[in-house]
């Protein structure tokens, strides 16, 4: 099963196979100002969530889309535009599209005080960046979930 074609739940400039009961959704009305805030992060509008709830476990694979460009500068302003991160790394890497540049850093939760690890790979298609971003409820959830979020960057093709 695999996310980002007709009938797929979410159609993207991408697609990827799914982790085994994760579940797609789109976006409604993603461009809507009034909810900017948790549609936007950076260059980036948030198109498309796959929940890991039906799995078990509590998180999303979220797919975000920026205009064309850099896939590095994109992923750079997605970042930038998180607040209080750290250890922030990013290295190039493969996907089944070709080149992609992937992302691991960690972000403080001041409110709950305590830091997670969050992950993201980005690449252009002639539709623009795609990026696609694992969190995860904390770090424990979070790499659980890394074999979903690694599927997907080894299973990519452009659209």
């Not at 995860?136 to 997907?152: F, I, Q, S």
Request: charged content about 25%; some cysteine.
């Amino acid at each position: 099963r695999a996310v980002g074609g007709a009938g797929s739940g979410c159609v993207l400039p991408v697609s990827f196979a799914l982790a085994e009961r994760w579940a797609p959704k789109a976006v409604e009305d993603p461009e809507d100002p009034e909810f900017a805030a948790l549609t936007r992060q950076g260059p980036a509008t948030v198109r498309c969530e796959v929940d890991a709830k039906p799995a078990g476990h509590v998180g999303f694979l979220r797919v975000w889309t920026a205009g064309k460009g850099s896939a590095r500068a994109a992923l750079e302003g997605f970042v930038a535009a998180e607040r209080n991160t750290s250890a922030v790394a990013y290295r190039e890497s493969r996907s089944g599209a070709g080149p992609v540049t992937e992302v691991t850093y960690t972000v403080r939760d001041a409110v709950a005080e305590e830091s997670k690890e969050e992950r993201a790979f980005a690449v252009a298609t002639p539709k623009g960046t795609v990026i696609v971003h694992l969190g995860g409820l904390d770090t424990e959830e979070h790499r659980a979930m890394v074999p979903a979020y690694e599927l997907a960057r080894t299973t990519l093709r452009t659209r």
